[in-house]
């Protein structure tokens, strides 16, 4: 028998027992950091933009020189020899205008620019100014980007396309980011076969590694994968000892439900007694789909040894093993939830909390969730949820046209 923990006793045992557990930093090229969790603050310490710049194509002027300005009266101005964008122009005359290009540095003396829409040129070296302006109207002044003591990012954020921009501005080459964990991935039963294969009688492709492969490295990790193990005692244990020699985390793919065959649970408890600092820390979870989950410490290191269904062992992994990963690389971000409405009655009297996949579409002016039907052994249904509802274990289900909550995939 299993003794069924909790979904939320799991969370406060794994971060009890691995909370603790944080990879090391490393200094990367600035294109390489993309994706990775920053470890520590970016603060500026210089001004961006380095100069007052006109965010449009027109004339630099004084402001006060535009006001009452029109189409019937426009402001006359000579217009100043104009300098090439990335050149130093030349200071800005009282009752003059000069040409700035898009990007290109305001002449000293100038308050504001006009768009070149709003100015004519009748090729008699005067500007026809038709509209007035404001002081400071279409300038972007030097700092106000960033300037320096400013906190860009902070540690703990992943780093996206727009944050190299914005790494770049600042002139920085290299950024320290937390070292990817390292995540062995081992699947366990004669009845696998690789997915290059052709299945025969009973055997199934080996859904879980690829899955589970993709969901580590998804998660900011390096998955290695030892592939299919079969049923036999020995090679379980060897590749077990060999995974977590050369890695910070072990997932397991079936073998650790409470059936003859399911030696996964058999080696663990062998390799408990071994090793200091290890113990089993739970052996079943109340949630449906993903019952027989296993979470062990063997030698301080995470395992977990997950459902061979491929639906149950993915939600396993986004609950319990994907957050596990975001905490030891210091990543602060959390699962994004979108409320939608449900489409239909969902019945649940399992006593065991529920997961189920949704569609997730416009209608009625509103986000709308559609549950996915279907057994948990069937992979497919995963890649057509837009995401998936919790059903708590003491709930006998939901009502149609209620809000929820979607955790999105």
């Keep these: 028998m299993l003794n069924v923990k909790s979904s939320t006793e799991v969370e406060r045992i794994v971060h009890s027992a691995f909370g603790h557990l944080r990879t090391g930093v490393e200094s990367v ?9 920053l470890a520590s603050d970016i603060v500026a310490d210089q001004y961006v933009p380095t100069f007052d710049r006109s965010t449009v194509d027109g004339y630099a002027v004084r402001a006060s020189d535009t006001f009452g300005a029109s189409f019937a009266i426009p402001a006359i101005l000579p217009c100043m020899d104009g300098t090439p964008i990335g050149g130093q122009p030349e200071p800005l005359i009282s009752g003059q205008c000069q040409y700035v290009p898009t990007g290109g540095e305001i002449p000293q003396g100038a308050d504001a620019m006009v768009m070149i ?9 005067m500007r026809y100014v038709m509209s007035p302006t404001a002081p400071g109207r279409y300038i972007s002044f030097m700092g106000d980007d960033v300037s320096p003591g400013k906190i860009v990012m902070q540690a703990g954020r992943k780093i996206r396309p727009q944050d190299i921009g914005t790494l770049a501005a600042l002139g920085i080459q290299n950024v320290d980011v937390h070292v990817k964990p390292v995540v062995s991935i081992l699947s366990t039963g004669d009845e696998l076969v690789e997915i290059h294969a052709s299945p025969e009688n009973a ?12 969901g580590v490295t998804s998660s900011g990790a390096e998955s290695v994968r030892y592939g299919i193990i079969k049923d036999d005692y020995s090679l379980i244990k060897a590749s077990m000892i060999n995974a977590l020699r050369d890695s910070d985390m072990l997932l ?14 058999q080696v663990i408890d062998e390799l408990v007694t071994q090793y200091e600092d290890s113990r089993v820390l739970l052996h079943g979870i109340a949630i449906k789909p993903g019952k027989p989950t296993l979470i062990a410490s063997i030698q301080g290191k995470p395992v977990f040894g997950l459902p061979g269904h491929p639906m149950a062992a993915f939600f396993m992994f986004k609950l319990f093993v994907g957050p596990l990963i975001a905490r ?34 416009e209608g009625a002016g509103r986000l709308q969730a559609e549950p996915i039907s279907g057994k948990s052994g069937l992979i497919s249904i995963l890649s057509e949820a837009g995401g998936y509802i919790r059903i708590p274990r003491d709930q006998e289900g939901l009502l149609s046209n209620t809000e929820v909550t979607v955790y999105l995939l």
């Design 252 to 265: 397991i793919s079936g073998g650790s439900s409470v059936g003859t065959l399911d030696l996964a649970r």
């Design 117 to 125: 829409e709003d100015v004519e040129d009748f090729g008699d070296g």
């Design 203 to 214: 055997q199934i492709r080996d859904v879980n590694t690829y899955t589970l492969s993709a």
């Design 328 to 361: 030891m690389m210091g990543n602060k971000e959390r699962h994004l939830t979108q409320n939608a409405i449900l489409t239909i009655n969902i019945p649940s009297n399992t006593g065991r909390e529920e997961l189920v996949p949704v569609r997730l579409a």
């Design 29 to 37: 090229d600035l294109l390489a950091s993309l994706g990775r969790i």
